[in-house]
């Protein structure tokens, strides 16, 4: 898997040290999507500032993108969309109120908005809240 993981941060532009890839990994690993303390705990082998460093720079080559979960913190996910994140490749999230869990919808869409001219989309967050289907039995 590193050589998978190699060649996706080297495709985005990003020199595979061995932070960033076991960050990309984890992330890469889960299921949902993570947040820095989430991953802090995962990988108890890194300080909170290397991968706090680590996810910065990935944000910024667009290898990642972050989204609230619902109650403002941020949680971070791979970009599976094979160049660089636009609202275009983002899918809705949805926030379970009673577990806190974060789930992707990859097939629920986030519609690209239509901006005024001189406004540009970096990022789009679409969270639904409410129980998921665990909870809701």
Same mark, same amino acid.
């Given at each position: 898997?590193?050589?998978? $993981? *190699? @060649?996706?941060?080297?495709? +985005? ?10 960050? &990309? ?41 972050? $989204? *609230? @979960?619902?109650?403002?913190? +941020? ?10 994140? &636009? ?51």
């Amino acid at each position: 898997m590193n050589k998978e $993981i *190699e @060649d996706f941060l080297e495709h +985005a532009g990003i020199k595979p040290t061995a932070n960033r890839i076991i960050v &990309t990994k984890a992330l890469m690993g889960s299921d949902a999507p993570l947040s820095l303390t989430e991953l802090e705990t995962r990988l108890q082998t890194l300080e909170k500032s290397s991968v706090f460093r680590v996810l910065s720079q990935l944000l910024a080559h667009g290898a990642i993108h972050a $989204i *609230e @979960d619902g109650r403002g913190i +941020a949680k971070y996910e791979i970009c599976h969309a094979g160049d660089a994140c &636009t609202p275009s490749h983002f899918h809705a999230h949805f926030y379970c109120e009673r577990c806190q869990r974060t789930f992707c919808l990859d097939d629920v869409k986030v519609a690209e908005p239509e901006l005024p001219a001189g406004f540009t989309a970096h990022s789009v967050n679409y969270m639904i809240k409410g129980i998921c289907h665990d909870c809701e039995q």
